[in-house]
């Protein structure tokens, strides 16, 4: 019988413990395999480890800095499961770090740095947060790729890179409305300065942006027919969780849902290379 509590606690336990986050960010590493045509497995299993290590890491400080967090309790109860996965994450890390080309190796050392630094006190810098996570993530799960495997930067590619960081920041915003509440008097986000509506309005503009830019790669033979239908499936499912994004939700619609289309950007374009 189907135990609905059950796949909730599941669940649960994958965003507390970051490994949900840290799979998202994975899968969206897999799509620039795909867009880009090239594959490097140590990359990806880089950027899933060490995204599980330093998500729990930030999480981690916050917590213990005295900052109230929705998953502070549980991570009280779960500590001892969370300091296994930030060593064994760090471990594996490191090992595929030591593996990397130096140029490689000195842009991980770059966002390690904003990314060490980001619990203490980068992330209170007003309106810096969103394009610190965005910057971030663009590099991880692609320009780390293309430094590895030695691919030359081209405006197509400049493109992918700019696409990318505009979809993370899109993606984005709806947590920052999540984290309104408790953002309030402590961090200066787009949703406290423009609201609700317009921050919303202004992650969809962004989304278009990245339709624009999607349909400009195809007509220049840089994107392949079913790239760009998996693109605009994924763009236009974005902007229906975006448009319903409310602080009203449900952390579940945030951690889980919002995330999930990093993870839905892979299955869409391996879906479509299948049957298109």
Not at 107 to 130: C, D, E, M, Q, W
Not at 199 to 220: D, E, M, R
Not at 235 to 252: E, F, H, R
Request: with cysteine.
């Amino acid at each position: 019988m189907f135990d609905l509590v059950q796949l909730r606690q599941k669940i649960s336990f994958l965003i507390n413990s970051n490994i949900w986050v840290a799979f998202c960010v994975f899968s969206l590493t897999l799509s620039s395999e795909i867009l880009l045509r090239t594959s490097n497995f140590s990359v990806s299993q880089f950027i899933f480890f060490s995204t599980l290590f330093i998500y729990n890491f930030q999480r981690s400080v916050r917590i213990f800095k005295g900052f109230n967090h929705a998953r502070k309790d549980w991570l009280y109860k779960n500590r001892s499961v969370v300091y296994f996965l930030m060593f064994f994450s760090l471990l594996i890390s490191s090992y595929h770090f030591s593996n990397f080309k130096l140029n490689t190796q000195i842009a991980v050392l770059f966002t390690a740095f904003l990314s060490f630094f980001y619990p203490f006190g980068l992330r209170n810098i007003p309106y810096v947060k969103i394009f610190v996570i965005s910057f971030v993530w663009a590099i991880g799960s692609m320009l780390l790729l293309l430094i590895e495997n030695e691919i030359t930067i081209t405006q197509n590619i400049i493109l992918h890179l700019a696409s990318r960081f505009l979809f993370v920041f899109a993606i984005t915003v709806p947590f920052d409305i999540r984290d309104l509440e408790h953002d309030l008097g402590k961090l200066k986000t787009i949703p406290l300065l423009l609201g609700t509506k317009k921050s919303k309005c202004l992650a969809n503009f962004v989304i278009l942006i990245c339709v624009c830019i999607a349909g400009f790669q195809y007509f220049q033979n840089n994107i392949t027919v079913s790239n760009l239908l998996a693109l605009i499936l994924l763009y236009i499912l974005t902007l229906a969780l975006i448009t319903k994004s409310d602080i009203k939700n449900n952390d579940i619609y945030f951690s889980f849902w919002i995330e999930s289309l990093s993870i839905f950007s892979y299955l869409f374009l391996t879906i479509m290379l299948l049957i298109v």
